[in-house]
């Protein structure tokens, strides 16, 4: 597998802040999509459930519905992309998930909430795909990783977003969550705004090529990338919950979800030499592993020192796995391949999170809402066991 070329040092200076800046444009898409569409209900759900008498499985649910509606994104985008172009698919995609964002706070009725939220996932599947296939655009064209890195991370920005301003809010008046809902739709209208130009492509091969999909010679990032899925999710749904149960005081909560924000921003700046330069496996493999790592600190210790070393760590590597599986689908295959192979692994990735939230909602239940940290902790270190294994030859 190739790894991403260095540039020339003289077109460095000329070419990679413009690419940048597009990139961090660009990169609203999944402070959107994902950050405040998928990750901000994890500071709504203890609010949500007191207010609505959930289970904790029942409340996960909601996590899965997003991650059904996902799925069924993650088999349109790259079909989408193919017809209409991923600049097309992008703006769909933001558009969906600002309207979805909307429609969480108009009932309260589950049936209505679950429809919300997987009508969310369907706009954040196409905006995470089409938006990879863009970065990845920019990557080669800066001859960098930085584009792709800086997107995912975009994510990041949503997260600290919304940790600085909800729990707060919500543990003053928890029966205003829909209020919460339409501050977070305001802020989609406004980032589907302000990344609408950025995802601009003009390669018209982009619209008409006939890719394919190149899953089986990437079988084991694959896996691992389905197990971490499966996994990670549990984290960020579950956080506010456990730690409300310790009765962490709620400055404490919102202080340690914005770090977990703002190190998932600074990411970039720690991984991009490395994805440019080590084997795909070992990045791959060295994320997980320090995944299962931060994710079972609290299970050591509630302390808030613990606990701020978990997040920062967490926020670190959680979403530079997508970056860091984009890098290898992009060293690995054909441009023209890029769409269908990154809407197979969104699917892979999709189907994961479907069932990571419920189950590990179940298991809590039955023990304690620690018991979902665990989970994160298993499930990333079984991924980085399979990334690390040896690999057979391509086929």
Known sequence: MSSVPTPAADSLPRRAPAHWWTAARLALGTASALGISRFAYGLLLPAMRTDLHWSLARAGALTTANS???LLGAALAGVAARRWGPTVTFRLGMVLTALSLAATAVSSAYLALLTARTAAGVGGALVFVAGGVIASR????ARSPAPITIYFSGAGLG???SGASL???????PHDWPAAWIGLAAFAVLATAASWTAARVDEPELRSAAGRRRVRRLWRTAVAYLLFAGGYIAYVTFLSAALGQERTPVWQISMLWTLLGISAMAAPRVWDPLIGRWPPARVLTTLLALLAAASALPLVSSSYA??????????ATFMTVPA??????????RPEDWAPTLSAFTTVFAAGQTVGPWAAGAVADRTSAAATLAWTAALCAAAALVAAAPSGPAR
């Open 324 to 333: 860091a599986v984009t890098a290898t689908i992009r060293g690995a295959t």
């Open 306 to 315: 613990v606990l701020a070393v978990s997040v920062l760590a967490y926020g």
């Open 167 to 173: 729990p707060g809010l919500l543990a003053h008046a």
């Open 138 to 141: 920019g990557a080669a064209a």
């Open 68 to 70: 059904v509606g996902y």
């Open 159 to 161: 997260i600290a977003l």
